[in-house]
């Protein structure tokens, strides 16, 4: 029987999603019913986690806490993830931990808001780097990762070490300048590290004044860069492009990510990668009743980079417009920034600023970054009742 109550289920409590959830906390219509499917009860940010990896942070410090802030929303928590997702039906498969019981295989909705961001595929990784999935330390999911480097860092302290981090963009120079800066400590055996690139730049998309000043850091941290391509894993070396091989204790892969495969077949149009494909206001272009934000999709009119940045500034336009949907009020364009303030840590207390072709670095830019950081934690932090 139709009660009038519709059924916004959001998945995943990614960076946009937050903020929906305080929005729904300040005013949450009586006839909206919201559930939120995620598999944690914190959301990791991940700008903050090459802090962590440095020892600038503990693990929760990177972490919202999700239980007050959806009890805030009114809404209800189930722990899984999207597995499968029918658009035509209005479904979503639900998977669980083996050991979970009672929670719903199948959630249906009136309104879906995806904000689950971008993954590894781990049968593409096999394809393309074959035992990469088995035996590197994988960025993502971040949750998985955080657990796992307190044990490098303890297989440190007893020898020495040598790391690879396969992938030079952003996180990955970010995280090996972090892992420098913790083994690097004062009483830690000697390590090893190593950058590959892939082939191409250090930090390709960055400017050519960018890109120099990331190279001096690397090279101030010993680090050894190889502009070469990882193309298998095994236990103790990586296999090389160029038919090298490479002696590796810790190889961890910060390559860029995939859309996640559970989209393929949801019925919804996807960009050529995969990802949902949104328009100006963020909603899907085949589905009308379904909006996503972050990683997991693609502007159709505005193809803009993938980063937390964008994820976080589509927050506010995603809450107005389902506010708008649910209301079957007119929906307001989102507008994302042409340019971002990019703030690169370097692992020591000094980060490298940019924005646009203008660029600069010192401590004043990490003091920055961590300031912008604590605050983006603080806004959505709520006291436990
Ligand atoms: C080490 C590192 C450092 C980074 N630093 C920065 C930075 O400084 N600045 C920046 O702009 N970008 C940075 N990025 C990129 C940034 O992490 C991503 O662009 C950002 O996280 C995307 O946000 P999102 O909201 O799309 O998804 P996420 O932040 O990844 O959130 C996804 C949410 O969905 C949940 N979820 C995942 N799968 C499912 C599923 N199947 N079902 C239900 N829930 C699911 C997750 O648990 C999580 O709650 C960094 C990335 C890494 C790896």
């Known amino acids: 029987m139709d009660h009038g109550i519709k059924k916004l289920l959001l998945l995943g409590a990614g960076h946009a999603h937050v903020h929906v959830l305080s929005r729904l906390a300040q005013h ?93 595929d781990r049968e593409r ?86 890109q120099r000043r990331i190279l001096r850091q690397l090279r101030k941290r010993g680090v050894t860069v190889l502009n070469d391509a990882c193309v298998g894993v095994e236990p103790g070396r990586l296999h090389l492009g160029s038919g090298a091989t490479l002696a590796c204790d810790v190889p961890v892969l910060a390559i860029g990510t995939h859309a996640p495969p559970w989209l393929r077949g949801s019925g919804l149009e996807l960009s050529g990668s995969g990802h949902l494909l949104v328009n100006a206001f963020q909603q899907s272009t085949s589905h009308p009743e379904v909006f996503a934000a972050g990683d997991v999709c693609t502007r159709a009119d505005r193809p803009h ?37 990019n703030l690169l840590s370097c692992g020591t207390g000094h980060a490298i600023a940019s924005w646009g072709p203008l660029h600069a670095e010192g401590g004043w830019a990490w003091r920055w970054k961590d300031r912008i950081d604590r605050a983006f934690m603080a806004r959505y932090t709520l006291a436990p009742a």
């Open 125 to 210: 990784l096999e394809e393309e780097m074959p035992g990469a999935a088995q035996h590197a330390l994988m960025v993502r999911p971040i949750e998985a990762f955080a657990r796992l480097w307190p044990d490098v860092v303890a297989l440190a302290r007893r020898q020495s070490v040598s790391v690879a981090v396969i992938g030079a963009g952003a996180a990955g120079i970010e995280l090996l300048l972090a892992i420098c800066h913790r083994l690097q400590a004062k009483g830690m055996p000697v390590s090893r590290f190593t950058l590959l690139t892939g082939g191409g730049a250090v930090g390709a998309n960055y400017p050519p004044g960018v």
């Open 305 to 341: 980079p993938k980063s937390g940045v964008y994820a976080v500034r589509a927050g506010p336009a995603l809450a107005t417009n389902l506010f708008a949907a649910h209301e079957g009020q007119a929906l307001t364009p989102h507008h994302p920034p042409e340019r971002t303030l």
């Open 28 to 120: 949450h219509p009586a006839d909206l019913d919201v559930t939120v499917l995620t598999p944690y009860d914190f959301q990791t940010y991940s700008g903050m986690t090459p802090g962590f990896v440095a020892g600038h942070y503990t693990e929760t410090d990177c972490q919202i806490p999700l239980a007050p802030l959806i009890r805030a929303a009114g809404a209800r928590w189930v722990a899984g993830r999207c597995i499968g997702l029918d658009a035509q039906a209005r479904k979503v498969r639900v998977g669980t931990h083996p050991n979970q019981t009672g929670t719903p295989s199948v959630l249906t909705y009136d309104l879906l808001s995806v904000d689950t961001g971008a993954v590894i």
